[in-house]
């Protein structure tokens, strides 16, 4: 017994010395974790490679950030209105980021991309539901989607059968050939029964919103992309006669001839098009892929070989399309992070989006601890009917507006809460119409859920704690720094003369010039100064006020390093330098040399004190560094320090 008692403190022992082994380094009552440090570092550190000095030099730096850090929190800086709102405001723009499921999204753009790679020759049958269908009108329907789906088992053409049953006004002519498919062309649901089927098979009934739908997978073909065209329309009117179809296909063939004689194509959609929108844009169409359009419009836009050329007169059942490609876009079969970023936007604006919403809303109730209470639905309704027509009513049926529907460790939610959202869902149709209370308490759930995971973000989610921890604490040094040495050093006069009088051996000049330097946008800006100035440099300041921004310019005494000149050579006093072109911009930057300073000469108090504030300033905070080792002494655990690499 013994022997086990002492066992089980031994194995303690061990593994409160192994926590305690991970701390890199204490100051004062605090400490910093290996786990913390490394994760600053491996963020923050530039180099390609690591080093023992590079490790060594950020702990530095990383002590001194938690001391001056620290010196805020006990200042209460944090508290300020200032640093609260800034914190907010950031927490507001980067939450969103963070409320996802990664897993289920990236398994949906994996699934997206996999499509993308080939396009489907679909045929469909529908057979519609009216939108507020009796059970009967639901009945009518089934059977009728039966006895088209018996006609396929009967080995019928597919064709025929949905000329036969198909409420697809299109069926008759088409014989239900939608053309080619592709990923994001149909509803979700829709498009995971196309793609789910083998080539010439056929699906079995299946129940939309909108109805029953039976589908046939004709032929399976490589994604052929997306296309740019410009086109020309002769439109049919309503109640088209024959001739005048005949009189549209002879101007169709007239305009075609002058396209390819050389005249303008936009030039042409503008002056015939009868397409209201693209005509104002040379007849110019958004980029689509197959699904889009008119199966045979898409056919004939598709089957131009090369951009520029142009099809003869097209029939639809729209009118005359003469169609110029534009510019042809390959679907991308190469796996890389440019392809899946595209797809899931896509993917985050379609409707599949809502299944990766479905299984976060799952984790999100279930890592916040969220529990219905038991409140009768049916009574529940009651309450809220009569509410809304007695606002003052407190109670019935055991229900009141204190009543808690649901739970979540810090928040209970009452039935006022669930009153007011369905008011607010009452004056928004997309979120109401049509839906039972049933349903607006599912959509209420989700909401509540999601507000109350978004508010209380940082206690789920680690990453998310640390970016706003990390933001807060950069705010809190800034605003320390500024207190406690930037403003001291730019406003104590005194302290910085006496600074500059105990250190005037740092401020020297070396070589240098009295010189104005010219930064123009071109060359020929740049040209055009150098002539005006040539006579009068003194008159600078007015070319540079009447310059609407293309010339900026500054004055004073200047290192000959500082000076653009190509190898620093040829400095000539009242002579313009050389023209130096900077890139990435073209501006060109040369200057006029007033007077040349050969020898070594003291700074004066002014010269030297935008230099002296900067030393002034590294010497107030390494003394306020010193203070802060006194108040917090700080201690690095060697042991761990050595096993940073």
Not at 166 to 180: M, P
Not at 216 to 236: C, E, T
Not at 262 to 285: C, H, I, P, R
Not at 582 to 607: G, H, L, S
């Amino acid at each position: 017994m013994k022997k086990m008692v002492f066992s089980f403190f031994a194995v303690i022992f061990i593994f409160i010395n192994g926590i305690n082994a991970q701390i890199l380094f204490t100051y004062g009552n605090h400490s910093v974790s290996k786990q913390e440090f490394l994760k600053a570092y491996q963020k923050n550190n530039n180099e390609k490679s690591t080093s023992e000095k590079s490790y060594a030099d950020y702990l530095e730096l990383y002590v001194r950030f938690k001391l001056k850090v620290q010196a805020a929190y006990d200042m209460k800086l944090d508290t300020l209105a200032t640093q609260k709102t800034e914190l907010q405001n950031f927490r507001n723009q980067v939450a969103d980021t963070y409320i996802n499921d990664n897993s289920s999204m990236d398994k949906l753009v994996n699934e997206a991309f996999r499509r993308s790679q080939k396009d489907i020759h679909l045929a469909h049958i529908l057979i519609s539901v009216p939108k507020n269908a009796t059970p009967a009108d639901t009945l009518k329907a089934f059977q009728k989607a039966s006895a088209a789906y018996a006609d396929l088992k009967n080995g019928k053409d597919f064709g025929d059968v949905a000329s036969k049953y198909s409420d697809d006004q299109t069926a008759k002519q088409n014989h239900g050939d939608l053309g080619y498919i592709t990923v994001f062309t149909l509803p979700y649901d829709l498009e995971n029964l196309a793609y789910g089927l083998l080539p010439g098979k056929y699906s079995k009934i299946y129940r939309s919103k909108t109805g029953y739908h039976i589908f046939k997978n004709i032929d399976v073909r490589k994604a052929i992309g997306k296309i740019r065209v410009a086109q020309i329309l002769f439109q049919f009117p309503p109640d088209i006669t024959e001739s005048t179809k005949m009189n549209l296909k002879q101007k169709a063939d007239s305009v075609y001839n002058l396209a390819m004689s050389g005249v303008n194509f936009g030039e042409l959609a503008k002056k015939y098009s009868g397409d209201n929108l693209s005509f104002q844009t040379n007849g110019d169409l958004p980029e689509f892929g197959v699904g889009k359009y008119d199966v045979l419009f898409e056919n004939a836009s598709f089957a131009l070989k090369n951009d520029g050329d142009i099809t003869k007169p097209i029939l639809t059942s729209f009118g005359y399309h003469i169609i110029k490609r534009l510019k042809r876009t390959p679907v991308s079969a190469t796996e890389n992070k440019e392809t899946f970023n595209e797809i899931k936007q896509m993917v985050q604006a379609d409707s599949r989006a809502n299944i990766s919403k479905k299984i976060l809303l799952q984790k999100i109730l279930t890592e916040s601890k969220f529990k219905r209470e038991p409140v009768d639905d049916n009574n529940l309704g009651i309450f809220t009917d009569s509410s809304f027509r007695n606002p003052s009513l407190y109670s019935l049926n055991g229900i009141d507006k204190k009543t808690i529907l649901f739970v979540f460790p810090d928040k209970n939610i009452t039935v006022s809460d669930w009153i007011v959202y369905v008011k607010s869902a009452r004056n928004i149709p997309s979120l109401s119409n049509g839906k039972t209370y049933k349903e607006l308490e599912e959509q209420f759930i989700q909401s509540t859920a999601f507000e109350y995971y978004r508010n209380h973000l940082e206690d789920y989610n680690k990453d998310f704690a640390y970016q706003l921890n990390e933001f807060k604490e950069g705010n809190m040094l800034f605003e320390i720094m500024q207190r406690s040495i930037w403003n001291k050093a730019s406003t104590d006069t005194i302290g910085l003369k006496n600074y500059y009088d105990a250190n005037k051996k740092k401020y020297y000049w070396e070589a240098s010039a009295d010189a104005v330097v010219f930064t123009c946008n071109n060359e020929g800006a740049a040209n055009k100064v150098k002539s005006q100035l040539q006579n009068n440099i003194g008159d600078w300041k007015k070319l540079l006020n009447a310059s609407d921004g293309s010339v900026q310019s500054d004055s004073g005494r200047f290192l000959l390093t500082q000076l653009p000149i190509p190898e620093q050579k040829g400095f000539i006093e009242n002579q313009y330098t050389s023209f130096v072109v900077n890139q990435p911009d073209n501006t060109v930057t040369f200057a006029y040399i007033i007077k040349i300073y050969k020898e070594r000469t003291q700074r004066t108090f002014t010269e030297a004190r935008g230099l002296a504030t900067n030393d002034y300033q590294n010497f107030l905070e390494e003394k306020w560094i010193e203070e802060l080792k006194k108040k917090y002494p700080v201690k690095i655990n060697q042991d761990v320090s050595k096993t940073l690499r």
